[in-house]
C-alpha cells in the first residue's frame, strides 16, 4: 500500500515509524513523524544534531513535562541507523554500543506511564542486511514485548504506529506493521507523508536516507512549528 492510503483514513495514528529500502536497492529508508493533542505534545520541532536528530520545545515557556516529549528519534552508531518514539533511543543505542542487541535493550523498557493510554514505545533499527520494528505495549496488565524481523525487499518497508485510531482512552496499534512503498526520492517520500498527515494533530516528520554503501546520509525534517 501507498503510506498515504493509510495516514489519510487516520486522524490520529499518533508517533509513526516507516523503515524499509529504496526501489533502486541502492539506500535504506526511515521515516519518523509525531503528533500531539496538547500544547505539551504540539510544542515541539526537530533539529539536525550531526548524524543524529534531536526534539527540542519551540516555545521552552510552553514545556510543562519534558520526560515523554523531548528526546533524540534518531540515532546512528556505525552502519546502523536507530529511531525510536522515547529515550528508548538511547537505551538502545548505549546498549548496542557495549556489545548487546536490539531486543536485549529494549527488553529492559516498557510502555509509557502516561495511563489511561500507555502509550505503546514503538523502535526500529537498519542497516543493509536488514531491519526490526518492535513494540512494547500494556497487556493484561504487563508489558507485551513484540519484535519483527525482516530482510531486505527493494522497495518495499514497513509501518508501525502507537495508536489505532482516536479516542479516548486511544487505543493501542494491533497486529503487524503494514508493508508500504518506499519511493527513491526522499524529499518525494517526506511530503507524501506530511501532506496525508491530519493537518490539526501533526506536529513534525523527519526522513532519513542512507546510501548502503557509502553511508552517505540524506535527512529531510518538516516542522509544524517554524
Request: hydrophobic share 30%; charged share 25%; aromatic share 10%.
Amino acid at each position: 500500500m501507498k503510506i498515504s492510503e493509510l495516514l489519510s483514513k487516520n486522524t490520529y495514528p499518533g508517533r509513526g515509524i516507516v523503515i524499509g529500502y529504496t526501489k533502486d536497492g541502492k539506500k535504506s529508508a526511515v521515516a519518523y513523524f509525531i503528533m500531539g493533542r496538547s500544547v505539551n505534545s504540539r510544542n515541539r520541532v526537530f533539529l539536525n544534531n550531526g548524524d543524529d536528530v534531536m526534539i527540542k520545545a519551540y516555545d521552552e515557556s510552553k514545556l510543562s513535562d519534558p520526560s515523554l516529549v523531548i528526546y533524540s528519534p534518531l540515532r546512528v552508531l556505525d552502519e546502523k541507523t536507530i529511531i525510536t518514539n522515547g529515550d528508548q533511543t538511547d537505551t538502545v543505542y548505549e546498549g548496542m554500543k557495549a556489545g548487546g542487541t536490539f531486543e536485549g535493550a529494549l527488553r529492559t523498557r516498557m510502555y509509557e506511564p502516561d495511563e489511561p493510554n500507555f502509550t505503546p514505545r514503538i523502535s526500529g533499527i537498519v542497516s543493509k542486511e536488514g531491519y526490526k520494528l518492535s513494540i512494547l505495549k500494556y497487556s493484561q496488565g504487563t508489558c507485551l514485548r513484540e519484535i519483527f524481523d525482516y530482510e531486505p525487499v527493494f522497495g518495499k518497508g514497513n509501518f508501525i504506529h502507537t495508536y489505532k485510531c482516536d479516542g479516548n482512552p486511544i487505543p493501542t496499534f494491533e497486529g503487524e506493521p503494514v508493508c508500504v512503498e518506499i519511493p527513491d526520492c526522499a524529499k518525494c517520500f517526506a511530503e507524501e507523508i506530511w501532506n496525508s498527515l491530519n493537518e490539526d494533530n501533526k506536529v513534525s516528520l523527519l526522513v532519513r536516507y542512507t546510501d548502503n554503501e557509502t553511508l552517505e546520509k540524506e535527512t529531510i525534517i518538516i516542522n509544524k512549528n517554524k
